[in-house]
């Protein structure tokens, strides 16, 4: 690469990493502050708030990689202008598309990073935060064990036990569950057990009743019970999914079931396949946010107020990407034999590039005056 081009080239990737630093702190903050007080509130250490705040940096990194490489050239591209460096460049005989090497090379790299976060960092993070979250919510399934107290362990369940014997029974049982505002369930037992399942911990009552208060009709119904099984799990951590999902596998993990037949996380076939050529086209399409946004800023002429209009422009052209792109993930997420579709953002910001970059170079202006 010529001096100019590493010029270019280095001052991306500072711009980049600065953009990048701030989105995802604002980002993190903005959920940590969340995850902050519901592990506190659970009586969860500060060390499990930030092991889970840590497990989504991968996440957060990828989302908004595409948003800090498009500012990056924003910023890059229009300070060239308003220090008269990009007249000169325009003026040394360097076609537009010429111009572009530095920001294809930026932007393919920015891509290459987004591939390996989507198809494997992602995946394992987000495996091992799932894995966190069960154990942290058995460590509240065991916390429920404390006789003659009456807990809170979420919003809308009250809990409270007698006693509890050598053997592990516990003794007088009683669950009161508000969660859901129409109807008030309360369950009593003479004894029950606190069993482990493959999918979470299982509250087993016996010799119990069941009164159930509709809140609408103002109608109470009383059932009586020999035994009942509550998933006591996801009564105290409802948002924890027992089961695991297809984001979990790396994309390598996902390929291999696809070879052999077998599907993972109870996947369709259509569902394995949509998701393997997101984690591919989703991070190519990064590529296309940094190119639309050079060639949309290099469109202006020079001008000491900036390049405000082209700005504009830059940012009009990423919001008609990503409605292309959600569009048809919309459809290809409802219609079998359509992954196709997905790459089809990737040729629209092709044109649109293409388009912008002959909008600038007018080749045929050129054509004309070597004839004449």
């Known amino acids: 690469m010529s001096h100019i081009n590493t010029y270019i080239l280095k001052q ?9 630093l701030v989105l995802v702190l604002v980002y993190w903050i903005n959920r940590a502050v ?20 840590s497990l989504t940096l991968p996440w957060m990194i990828s989302l908004i990689t595409p948003a800090a490489g498009f500012a990056a050239a924003v910023y890059v591209i229009n300070r060239l202008s308003s220090d008269g460096e990009l007249v000169i460049l325009k003026n040394s005989g360097q076609s537009a598309q010429a111009l572009s090497l530095p920001i294809w090379f930026f932007a393919i790299l920015m891509a290459t990073m987004n591939l390996v976060l989507s198809n494997i960092l992602v995946p394992i993070s987000q495996h091992q935060l799932h894995e966190r979250k069960l154990e942290v919510a058995e460590n509240l399934t065991a916390r429920l064990l404390t006789e003659g107290q009456f807990l809170t362990p979420s919003d809308g369940i009250t809990f409270y036990l007698k006693k509890i014997n050598s053997d592990g029974q516990l003794e007088s049982v009683f669950l009161n569950d508000t969660s859901n505002p129409k109807l008030n369930l309360t369950y009593s037992a003479s004894k029950a057990f606190l069993v482990r399942a493959k999918n979470g911990p299982r509250l087993v009552l016996i010799n119990g009743l069941i009164q159930s208060f509709d809140v609408t009709t103002k109608q109470l119904t009383v059932t009586k019970f020999n035994d009942f099984v509550i998933n006591i799990g996801e009564l105290i951590s409802p948002n924890v999914s027992k089961t ?11 390929a291999k079931s696809l070879l052999v037949g077998k599907p993972i996380a109870d996947a369709t076939i259509h569902e394995t396949l949509f998701t393997l050529n997101l984690r591919v086209s989703s991070p190519l399409l990064g590529i296309f946010a940094v190119l639309l946004a050079y060639a949309a800023l290099l469109s202006g002429a020079y001008s000491r107020f900036g390049l405000w209009r082209q700005v504009l422009v830059a940012v009009f052209c990423l919001i008609s990407l990503k409605f292309v792109e959600g569009l048809c993930i919309d459809y290809v997420r409802h219609e079998e034999n359509s992954v196709w579709v997905l790459y089809l953002p990737l040729l629209f910001g092709s044109m649109v590039f293409q388009t912008l970059i002959l909008t600038v170079d007018r080749p045929w202006l050129k054509a004309q005056e070597q004839s004449l």
């Open 12 to 20: 991306l990737l500072t711009l980049f990493g600065f953009f990048a």
């Open 34 to 53: 969340r995850l902050f007080d519901e592990l506190i509130a659970n009586g969860q250490p500060v060390v499990v708030f930030l092991e889970f705040t």
């Open 244 to 254: 695991k999902n297809i984001a979990y596998y790396t994309s390598l993990e996902i």
